[in-house]
């Protein structure tokens, strides 16, 4: 008996997804298997991440860790007494509940206002900032509620000292603005995280070229040729590398042209070698490494003009 290429496929993401939930203790029941945006996933060709993603509403949030969107959410106040249940949180940690799910926070910019906040075992920040926008609705019908009743004494003073409950605020202009929470990553994106992590070379990296916003170009140190990585992502002080293949003259790769560039790139989907090699770089020092299939590095995506890629594969939320 043989099986078709498409139940080989079905029968190697139920296996993947068997272990991975029995590791984190869930059962393998209809509804389960009916709810699992994990096994969807998998059938849909993306690999587990490394580490279990956030939770939204429940279910698994890849997005926030794949993706450089921005998302509006909900969240509470930033308090330690849930510490001993959030994710990566030690007792005493402050956290925040964003959607259903505790998240810690690592630097209070603003209190009520803005926070800097982590998830789990990523090494990984993101911005959770308080947002105010007008409610156009709302303040007419306040306008035209005054207009027919000038006499009337309303006060939502009571209603906005409960601050965990502040949703809304009236100006003296009587404008009423609306509150929302807007969560933005502000580190490097976690496409890399479906990958296999490696030990950092075993040779010392230096940059060889710069522009405004780092180092473009990484190189064995004390070499005028050899190894070369090629950012492809920044965020703040951290950048993204691809290895390239073969080695280089550094000099030539400092006056190549950005169409040569990019050329390099399509060298490296092209080639049939199993895995695309990526490196993270914080204050001059390599910091993680990673080993991807190249389908799963979205390099035709990027513009070397532009370092705020959004390095998503197409395929990355079809589930």
Not at 88 to 100: E, R, V, Y
Not at 109 to 128: A, D, F, K, N, T
Not at 232 to 248: H, S, W
Request: negative net charge.
């Amino acid at each position: 008996m043989s099986f078709s290429d498409r139940e080989k496929h079905l029968i190697r993401a139920a296996f993947a997804w068997g272990q991975i939930t029995q590791q984190e203790g869930y059962t393998l029941s209809d509804l389960e298997i009916e709810k699992s945006v994990l096994f969807r996933r998998l059938l849909g060709g993306r690999p587990p991440l490394a580490f279990p993603p956030p939770l939204r509403h429940g279910f698994p949030w890849y997005d926030v860790i794949e993706g450089r969107s921005e998302h509006l959410v909900s969240a509470s106040e930033a308090s330690p007494e849930c510490s001993i249940i959030a994710p990566g949180c030690k007792l005493g940690d402050t956290c925040i509940l964003i959607d259903g799910a505790f998240w810690r926070v690592v630097e209070t910019v603003r209190e009520h206002e803005e926070y800097i906040v982590e998830w789990g075992q990523y090494p990984m920040q993101w911005r959770l900032k308080k947002h105010w926008e007008v409610n156009y609705e709302m303040t007419q019908q306040l306008h035209s509620f005054r207009k027919d009743n000038p006499n009337a004494e309303v006060s939502f003073d009571n209603y906005l000292s409960q601050r965990e409950y502040r949703e809304f605020r009236i100006d003296d202009d009587q404008t009423v603005w609306l509150c929302e929470w807007q969560l933005s990553r502000t580190s490097l994106s976690g496409w890399v995280w479906v990958g296999t992590i490696l030990p950092v070379p075993d040779y010392q990296l230096i940059p060889v070229f710069d522009d405004d916003h780092g180092p473009v170009i990484l190189g064995e140190d004390g070499n005028s040729n050899g190894q070369a990585w090629l950012r492809i992502e920044d965020a703040t002080d951290e950048y993204r590398f691809v290895k390239l293949l073969g080695t280089y003259d550094y000099q030539s790769l400092i006056t190549a042209s950005t169409i040569e560039l990019k050329t390099f790139l399509q060298d490296l989907q092209q080639e049939e070698s199993a895995d695309i090699e990526v490196l993270d770089w914080h204050q001059n020092n390599a910091t993680r490494r990673f080993a991807l299939p190249a389908e799963l590095v979205p390099l035709e995506d990027l513009s070397l003009n532009d370092m705020n890629f959004d390095l998503v594969p197409d395929n990355a939320f079809a589930y």
